[in-house]
């Protein structure tokens, strides 16, 4: 039996996304994902379940309020500050040595394999992974997360689920085997002197497995699976956002750079990048389209009515693409672009209300103008780091799209970089 995107192997869980109601307006999307009757109804709820089941995306209300209280401390300023300093740079320094050159002298590569290379250090520090850093190791380590990303990420695949499931649970067993147990064993160790007053709170790790050893009960009162599902739902989500964002951003800015030279000295413009960040960001979600269930009837200022138990389906390339809110061209990339009304300049793409990504400041940084030492954001960091390198898009040799499913992301984007130094 092949399942396709959009579709449930258990008719219970919901129809097919194309039996759905759709709300495509940013403003039907936005009321949606702030009103408290309409809650979530995909992510770890659906075919996702065996993989992100009971983790953060698949709760609500007060469930899902405590678990983020619980891992906020992994986002936190000072957190950024020591990811992006102590481990994002030296691993982006590391992925970047890994470029061939070719006979002019110039280094090339393969822009989502440089991303891959670097991100996964910081997802597994993050999750709080051990040992995750000679070449075969990282490589071993990637390889996990590619094929557990097909579960985790279920909802948009066009293959045949059943077989994603089967294959995905026993590589969830290995990998929880050999890389989340060994390591969270160590943190019981360390939690287990703190509370024996050896050790002060600052001496732990900030990590999230440290934070579930310290917060056990609560990931555990539903399922003793919780905490596996969380490191993967967390180990995938660091790398494969902004592994997907980034080569969007470098494309789009690209072309803007070459119809507007004026702006190419801005590239070292802190401001500057993050607005083509959110940009990019805003016309290529990393989600297509989030499933939410409403538990009530509710009627939505534009009129529309959702009767309960009703599924509907929160198009966030359409609503982030909403010619009432982005107008003009709102299909055109432009890092100057200021919206029509009052919100969120990146438009839907993170969500909002209670189910606002977790890791929004992680990848795009908090936007202070006057605070030139606040963290970047990862994904604004990288592009600043591979612009300084020289990058340049190949039109000889374009990117590759993944069919694989039906998010908007590369398969291969092959780049240049004419300023790296030896």
Same mark, same amino acid.
């Given at each position: 039996?092949?399942?396709f995107a959009?579709?449930?192997?258990?008719?219970?869980?919901?129809?097919?996304?194309?039996?759905?109601?759709?709300?495509?307006?940013?403003q039907?999307?936005?009321?949606?994902?702030?009103?408290?009757?309409?809650?979530?109804?995909?992510?770890?709820?659906?075919?996702?379940?065996?993989?992100?089941?009971?983790?953060?995306l698949?709760?609500?209300?007060?469930?899902?309020?405590?678990?983020?209280?619980?891992?906020a401390?992994?986002?936190?300023?000072?957190?950024l500050?020591?990811?992006?300093?102590?481990?994002?740079?030296?691993?982006?320094h590391?992925?970047?040595?890994?470029?061939?050159?070719?006979?002019?002298?110039?280094?090339?590569?393969?822009?989502?394999?440089l991303?891959?290379?670097?991100?996964?250090?910081?997802?597994?520090?993050?999750?709080?992974i051990?040992?995750?850093?000679?070449p075969?190791?990282?490589?071993?380590?990637?390889?996990?997360?590619?094929?557990?990303?097909?579960g985790?990420?279920?909802?948009?695949?066009?293959?045949?689920?059943?077989?994603?499931?089967?294959v995905?649970?026993?590589?969830r067993?290995?990998?929880?085997?050999?890389y989340?147990?060994p390591?969270?064993?160590?943190r019981?160790?360390?939690?287990?002197?703190?509370?024996?007053?050896?050790?002060?709170?600052?001496?732990?790790?900030?990590?999230?497995l440290?934070?579930?050893?310290l917060?056990?009960?609560?990931?555990t009162?539903?399922?003793s699976?919780?905490?596996?599902?969380?490191v993967?739902?967390?180990?995938?989500a660091?790398?494969?956002?902004?592994?997907?964002?980034?080569p969007?951003?470098?494309?789009?800015?690209s072309?803007?750079?070459? #119809?507007?030279? =004026? %702006?190419? *000295?801005?590239?070292?413009?802190?401001?500057?990048? @993050?607005?083509?960040?959110?940009? $990019? /960001?805003?016309?290529?979600?990393a989600?297509?389209?989030?499933?939410?269930q409403?538990?009530?009837?509710?009627?939505l200022?534009?009129?529309?009515?959702?009767?309960?138990?009703?599924?509907?389906?929160?198009?966030?390339v359409?609503?982030?693409?909403?010619?009432?809110?982005?107008?003009?061209?709102?299909?055109?990339?432009?890092?100057?672009?200021?919206?029509?009304?009052?919100?969120?300049?990146?438009?839907?793409?993170?969500?909002?209300?209670?189910?606002?990504?977790?890791g929004?400041s992680?990848?795009?940084?908090?936007g202070? #103008?006057?605070? =030139? %030492?606040a *963290?970047?954001g990862?994904?604004?960091?990288?592009? @600043?780091?591979?612009?300084?390198? $020289? /990058?340049?898009?190949?039109?000889?040799?374009?990117?590759?799209?993944?069919?694989?499913?039906?998010?908007n992301?590369?398969?291969?984007?092959?780049?240049?970089f004419?300023?790296?130094?030896?």
């Amino acid at each position: 039996m092949q399942s396709f995107a959009g579709t449930t192997l258990d008719p219970s869980r919901g129809p097919s996304v194309s039996e759905m109601t759709w709300l495509t307006s940013y403003q039907d999307v936005d009321e949606a994902l702030k009103a408290h009757e309409i809650v979530q109804g995909g992510g770890g709820l659906r075919d996702s379940e065996p993989f992100v089941g009971h983790g953060l995306l698949s709760l609500s209300g007060d469930e899902h309020f405590e678990r983020r209280r619980i891992e906020a401390v992994l986002f936190r300023r000072a957190a950024l500050e020591r990811y992006q300093d102590a481990v994002l740079a030296p691993a982006l320094h590391a992925s970047l040595a890994t470029c061939e050159r070719g006979a002019d002298g110039l280094a090339r590569g393969d822009l989502q394999r440089l991303l891959r290379l670097a991100l996964c250090r910081v997802s597994a520090a993050l999750v709080g992974i051990d040992g995750v850093e000679t070449p075969a190791v990282i490589d071993e380590y990637l390889s996990y997360m590619d094929r557990l990303s097909m579960g985790t990420n279920i909802e948009w695949a066009s293959g045949d689920h059943r077989e994603i499931i089967r294959v995905g649970r026993k590589l969830r067993a290995e990998f929880d085997a050999k890389y989340i147990q060994p390591s969270l064993r160590r943190r019981e160790a360390l939690v287990a002197e703190y509370r024996a007053g050896g050790r002060s709170a600052e001496q732990l790790p900030t990590d999230l497995l440290t934070v579930i050893v310290l917060h056990k009960n609560h990931f555990t009162q539903h399922s003793s699976e919780a905490m596996v599902s969380e490191v993967v739902l967390f180990n995938g989500a660091t790398t494969g956002t902004i592994t997907q964002a980034v080569p969007h951003v470098i494309a789009e800015l690209s072309e803007w750079l070459a #119809a507007h030279p =004026e %702006d190419r *000295p801005r590239v070292e413009d802190r401001q500057f990048l @993050r607005r083509a960040v959110i940009e $990019g /960001i805003r016309l290529h979600p990393a989600s297509p389209y989030l499933i939410r269930q409403a538990t009530a009837g509710k009627q939505l200022r534009s009129g529309r009515r959702l009767v309960a138990g009703e599924y509907v389906v929160l198009d966030l390339v359409k609503s982030s693409r909403d010619a009432a809110v982005f107008a003009p061209d709102p299909d055109r990339f432009d890092p100057h672009r200021v919206p029509k009304v009052r919100i969120r300049p990146m438009g839907l793409t993170f969500g909002d209300g209670p189910h606002t990504c977790i890791g929004m400041s992680m990848t795009i940084g908090d936007g202070g #103008a006057a605070d =030139e %030492d606040a *963290p970047l954001g990862f994904a604004v960091y990288l592009v @600043r780091e591979f612009y300084r390198a $020289g /990058i340049y898009v190949d039109p000889a040799d374009p990117p590759r799209w993944n069919d694989a499913n039906v998010r908007n992301e590369y398969a291969a984007f092959p780049v240049r970089f004419d300023n790296l130094a030896r």
